[in-house]
């Protein structure tokens, strides 16, 4: 039996479809995060005393700092997840970028992202 070298058009439709909610999901997260980021300037607690101001103003930039770096990887999610969709019309998806071998299905479906097999991934720790 000759090795399979890539998806068939069906197993990559079923993959774009994983992607395609996972982006989903993905945006509305980042602009929640965004939009809550804007809404963070509006909060006014000049009626209070000047020490517990400086200590809400601290935890409004530790929670800023928190939600620029939340929206921060989710950009980079979003990337990834729209690069892996180019690789479905291009039918490379799912192919390891180091072996050039099939990623096994499972890995995918929980990580539609993924460049690199499991293998692949702990072998490039390593190096």
């Known amino acids: 039996m000759e090795k399979k070298t890539r998806y068939s058009d069906e197993e990559l439709e079923e993959f774009r479809q ?26 006014d607690v000049s009626d209070t005393s000047p020490t517990y101001k400086a200590l809400e103003e601290g935890t409004e930039i530790i929670q800023k700092e928190e939600a620029l770096e939340m929206a921060s ?45 499991v293998e692949s991934k702990q072998k490039n720790r390593n190096h």
């Not at 989903?24 to 809404?39: C, G, T």
């Not at 799912?94 to 097999?117: C, F, M, N, Q």
Request: charged share 30%.
């Open 18 to 43: 994983i992607i395609n909610k996972k982006l989903e999901v993905a945006r509305a997260e980042y602009k929640e995060l965004m939009s809550r980021l804007d809404n963070s300037n509006s909060n």
């Open 73 to 117: 990887r989710q950009q980079k999610f979003i990337k990834a997840l729209e690069a892996a969709l180019v690789r479905i019309h291009n039918k490379t998806y799912g192919i390891d970028r180091i072996t050039g071998e099939l990623i096994p299905k499972e890995r995918l479906r929980a990580v539609p992202h993924a460049t690199l097999s």
